[in-house]
């Protein structure tokens, strides 16, 4: 069983920056493919970004430019540094990971899920 945490989380200005972390546990990372999902309030749940092991990556349109995903293996830790934060970024960001499946962005092709961490940025 593989649990997820995420922290980073907060209240800050549109343009202000952001680092969210998720920390992965439990019998097995190695291999698994990591993401981050966000959900907004009274919408369904969208990709945000997604990287493999080797560090291949995919962004949604409305972030690239602006978020970074990476990981750290040797600490069974994925990142996702946002900057220049919108309004519309205002969210409840939720990690998930995967074993043997490539970078995705559909919702079905990840098993695990963190409890999520909440962005709120201002105008």
């Known amino acids: 069983q593989v649990q997820l945490v995420e922290s980073g989380g907060g209240l800050v200005q549109a343009g202000d920056s952001l680092r969210l972390s998720c920390a992965a546990s439990?019998?097995?990372?190695?291999?698994?493919?990591m993401a981050w999902f966000r959900q907004a309030p009274e919408k369904e749940r969208e990709f945000v970004a997604a990287?493999?092991?080797?560090?291949?990556?995919m962004y949604a349109d409305s972030v690239k430019g602006r978020f970074t995903i990476s990981r750290d293996n040797a600490r069974n830790t994925v990142y996702l540094q946002m900057n220049s934060l919108k309004p519309e970024d205002t969210a409840v960001y939720y990690c998930?990971?995967?074993?043997?499946?490539?970078?995705?962005?559909?919702?079905?092709?990840?098993?695990?899920w963190g409890q999520g961490t909440q962005v709120t940025v201002s105008s």
């Open positions: 990287i493999s092991w080797f560090g291949i990556t």
């Open positions: 998930a990971t995967n074993r043997k499946v490539p970078p995705s962005a559909i919702q079905d092709d990840y098993d695990y």
């Open positions: 439990g019998r097995t990372f190695s291999g698994y493919v």
